[in-house]
């Protein structure tokens, strides 16, 4: 069972940038396609990027491609995601996912809300983008 811990959100301008991480439990996280989702208030969760384990290639949505980055250290057993020119409209909860099978992101997109066939989640960690 793999667990997830997400941290480094809070309160930011417009602009600003912010760093969330995410630790994963165990090692076996090395091949796993590792996903940051996040939830706007009243809002569906939605897909924010990907980083597939064995080749490291990244997918972002649109609304973030440019401005965010996702990466993973394989030492620390952790993914990170650096969000950079923050807009109101980030703000959001921020989740970690793991999916172990590592199918194609875009299976994943079409499975949709509210878990998007994700195994392990983490609990979430707040990013608000005040204006």
């Known amino acids: 069972q793999v667990q997830l811990v997400e941290s480094g959100g809070g309160l930011v301008q417009a602009g600003g940038s912010l760093r969330v991480s995410c630790a994963a439990s165990e090692r076996t996280f090395r091949s796993y396609s590792m996903y940051w989702f996040r939830q706007p208030p009243g809002k569906e969760r939605e897909f924010v990027a990907t980083i597939r384990g064995s080749t490291v290639m990244t997918y972002y949505a649109d609304s973030v491609k440019g401005r965010f980055t996702i990466s993973r250290d394989m030492n620390k057993n952790t993914v990170y995601l650096q969000m950079n020119s923050l807009k109101p409209e980030d703000t959001a909860v921020y989740y970690c996912?793991?999916?172990?099978?590592?199918?194609?992101?875009?299976?994943?997109?079409?499975?949709?809300?509210?878990?998007?066939?994700?195994?392990?989640w983490g609990k979430g960690t707040l990013v608000t983008v005040s204006s």
């Open positions: 996912a793991a999916d172990p099978g590592a199918r194609p992101w875009g299976g994943v997109i079409d499975i949709g809300p509210p878990n998007y066939g994700m195994d392990y």
